[in-house]
C-alpha cells in the first residue's frame, strides 16, 4: 500500500524549532521528488521547499528561507523539513508531497501551531 504520513507537529513557541518528518511506504523514496507545502486556516496551499529526486536542487519559499532544511534519509524512507525560529505566521497544516513524473503522493498532513 503506498502511503506517506507526516509526524512531527504539534504547539511551538515562536522562536522554537520543529522537525516534520514523513515516511514513505509502499515506493522508493528516493527516486521521487519530495515537496513540503501548508495550508493556514483561509489560505490556499503553498509550497513551502522542494527537493529533487537527485538531491542536488532545493526550493525554499522566501518566507522561511534561512529558517527551514529540507532533507531526506533514503535508508530510512523518510524526508524532513527542520524548522527553526518558527513564527506566528509558520502556523498551518503541513503536508508532504512526493512526485515521480506523472505520479504523486500526498500525506494527510499535520498541523503546526506557533504561539505563545
Known amino acids: 500500500q503506498v502511503q506517506l504520513v507526516e509526524s512531527g507537529g504539534g504547539l511551538v513557541q515562536p522562536g522554537g524549532s520543529l522537525r516534520l518528518s514523513c515516511a514513505a511506504s509502499g515506493f522508493a523514496l528516493g527516486y521521487y521528488a519530495i515537496g513540503w507545502f501548508r495550508q493556514a486556516p483561509g489560505k490556499e496551499r503553498e509550497g513551502v521547499s522542494c527537493?529533487?529526486?537527485?538531491?542536488?536542487?532545493?526550493y525554499y519559499a522566501d518566507s522561511v528561507k534561512g529558517r527551514f532544511t529540507i532533507s531526506r534519509d533514503n535508508a530510512k524512507n523518510t524526508a524532513y523539513l527542520q524548522m527553526n525560529s518558527l513564527k506566528p505566521e509558520d502556523t498551518a497544516v503541513y503536508y508532504c508531497?512526493?512526485?515521480?513524473?506523472?505520479?504523486?503522493?500526498w500525506g494527510q498532513g499535520t498541523q503546526v501551531t506557533v504561539s505563545s
Open positions: 527537493l529533487s529526486s537527485s538531491d542536488d536542487n532545493t
Open positions: 508531497n512526493a512526485r515521480f513524473h506523472t505520479l504523486s503522493y
